[in-house]
């Protein structure tokens, strides 16, 4: 029986194009994870978009001399053409700056005011002396009042991994240009995150199948909750629905607060462009329905404590009770999927710092597979990784090239030389069985490692079943058969069908190759659908609006062995990889702002 999965994407912030370090975190674990649910039956939904609004993207709006909005429709469109050059299946992936968004954003909202879990307060506000606009926290630093760390951010320590004020700083600095802020008296309204402790705590507790690291830094969190913003002085971003803040020029939701109902709204969206507007529930409503969240580490606050908390809040189901708001009770995670950092030379990728290798530039050396499969086998899924060219060359040759692509090339091109189609096994040994049986069984292995989320143990296991194979065929020795017909067809029906099922497993991994692969074979039609952008017109706020959609719902590659259709006709197939030139892991590529030993 076929079930309801969303899987909920982080936002990129469209103040810049996304670097390597960022999809490793959201956008291919997503997308791996997508497609393997859509191969075994499931009703997938994938949902994100670009993040536009706070005072970050006015403070890069004021370096490159523009407005916030013809920012984020520059870099919005940017960032969506990296997303389907990578392949991100996306469902819809749209932006937060549409009527849509303001309007589910606002909705909730009400929920949470008239359930009591909104509060106004008088704080203190950093203000940039320089330009008199609010610093967001985030871009403030200075010394943890806890740990002493001296690099803390305003919102939360990353070294302790408290939950800060930026008044409670040593030393606070502007990480715009080194000033040191002005705090000054202003009236916000707050999320009473102490309101959900119990409710959040009882919550956590049912949340026994999440990492660990994602769990343990939660239920830290929720032993000293404070009431946190959800309000700034700001002129760019969602309006507030109240009287006396609804017409107020200067203020708006905080970023942190839209930004984490965009799931919500980009499934109302979605709906809605599907000609059927209540279609979003069955993944927000049904109690059956799974939800998965993905982002990297910096982020697990927002998705496991804050966003429960506004979604308990908007159920009445906060410790302060209340009723469901006008969107009805809504499913809480069923897990955040938290990678961790992708480094490189041993510190975060940094814009800022020139630590950084862009998606785009990426893409258009390598291609995207070379780029997934380095993520999916030795990304930071469970501890900070470092960056190298001499890895991702050695990953790209010895191991996609070599292994991967060696067995599609050999396999077809001897069968499409002896034979000219699939061959018939008419003389079958215990060797091949024995293979056959392997891989076969990969099905459930590799099955079970995706569908919680371990990308590296998975496609650990299927590459197994390339190597098993390649070892097959060495032994085996087809090429010295030609006395013996109907054994080396029997060895080559049997590495076909092999090549047919490791191109299954490894298809949610590297879905541009598992479309080549399945040409190869003599397959027709989409093996695996890839995204693409539509024009939706206007957002509503004076910006013109394009979305990230696809068909995946189509006669496409299903998780299960199916046997190879001995008299397809095969023929010599093109070289799946292009191995790299070694020197490429010594110097790194021309444009690589950081090279080997730096």
């Not at 060495?474 to 080396?488: L, Q, V």
């Not at 001995?566 to 690589?592: C, H, I, M, N, Q």
Request: hydrophobic residues 35%; glycine residues 8%; charged residues 20%.
């Amino acid at each position: 029986m076929s079930e309801s999965v969303l899987t909920a994407v982080a936002w990129p912030y469209a103040n810049g194009p996304r670097h390597i370090g960022h999809v490793s975190g959201f956008g291919v674990p997503s997308d791996v994870f997508s497609r393997y649910q859509r191969m075994v039956g499931n009703r997938v939904l994938m949902v994100s978009g670009t993040d536009e609004h706070g005072t970050p993207i006015q403070v890069q709006a004021d370096a490159e001399g523009t407005t916030p909005r013809e920012l984020v429709d520059r870099y919005s469109r940017v960032i969506q053409d990296d997303l389907v050059g990578l392949g991100l299946s996306y469902d819809l992936f749209t932006r937060t700056s549409t009527d849509n968004h303001h309007r589910v954003t606002q909705e909730l909202f009400t929920a949470l005011w008239r359930n009591g879990y909104v509060l106004p307060e008088t704080t203190l506000g950093a203000i940039s002396p320089s330009t008199g606009r609010t610093l967001p926290d985030r871009y403030i630093e200075g010394i943890c009042p806890i740990c002493n760390y001296p690099q803390a951010r305003g919102d939360q320590c990353d070294n302790c991994g408290n939950q800060l004020d930026p008044a409670d700083l040593g030393e606070p600095r502007s990480r715009i240009n080194g000033e040191t802020p002005e705090f000054r008296e202003t009236e916000q309204l707050m999320l009473d995150l102490p309101a959900f402790s119990q409710s959040l705590h009882r919550w956590l507790d049912t949340r026994t199948q999440w990492r660990p690291n994602v769990l343990n830094f939660s239920r830290n969190l929720i032993d000293d909750l404070r009431p946190r913003a959800i309000s700034r002085d700001i002129d760019w971003g969602v309006r507030i629905p109240l009287d006396g803040w609804r017409d107020a020029p200067m203020k708006r939701f905080y970023v942190w607060f839209d930004a984490v109902i965009g799931y919500l709204s980009a499934s109302v969206e979605w709906a809605e462009r599907s000609g059927d507007k209540d279609a979003w529930k069955q993944w927000w409503h049904d109690p059956e329905a799974s939800a998965y969240y993905f982002m990297g580490k910096d982020n697990i606050t927002f998705h496991s404590v804050m966003w429960p908390a506004i979604l308990l809040g908007n159920n009445g189901a906060g410790d302060r009770g209340g009723s469901p708001g006008e969107l009805g009770t809504l499913n809480l995670p069923t897990e955040v999927v938290s990678s961790e950092f992708l480094t490189m030379s041993g510190s975060k990728f940094s814009t800022s710092r020139g630590t950084v290798i862009y998606v785009g530039d990426f893409l258009r050396e390598f291609g995207p597979d070379a780029l997934r499969y380095f993520i999916a086998v030795a990304g930071p899924e469970n501890q900070d990784t470092d960056f190298t060219w001499e890895e991702f060359v050695r990953r790209t040759n010895f191991e996609l090239a070599n292994e991967w692509g060696n067995l599609v090339n050999r396999s077809v091109s001897m069968a499409a030389k002896n034979v000219g189609s699939v061959p018939e096994p008419t003389r079958p040994e215990p060797a091949d069985a024995e293979l056959l049986a392997q891989s076969r069984a990969a099905f459930s292995t590799v099955g079970a490692h995706l569908g919680h989320s371990r990308f590296k143990q998975a496609i650990g296991e299927a590459m197994r079943v390339v190597g098993a194979a390649n070892a097959y065929l060495s032994h085996e020795e087809p090429w010295k058969r030609k006395d013996d017909p109907e054994r080396r067809d029997t060895i080559l029906h049997t590495a076909l069908q092999v090549v047919q099922d490791a191109n299954t497993l490894l298809t949610p991994f590297l879905p541009h190759a598992a479309q080549k692969v399945h040409e190869a074979l003599g397959g027709t039609g989409v093996w695996a659908a890839q995204p693409h952008r539509e024009d939706a017109g206007e957002t509503g706020m004076g910006t013109t609006h394009s979305v990230l959609t696809g068909d995946y719902a189509g006669e496409q590659a299903r998780w299960e062995s199916t046997p190879i259709p001995v008299g397809r006709p095969l023929s010599r197939p093109t070289p799946l990889f292009a191995k790299l030139d070694t020197a490429l892991g010594e110097t790194g590529p021309s444009w690589a702002p950081i090279k080997p030993g730096e």
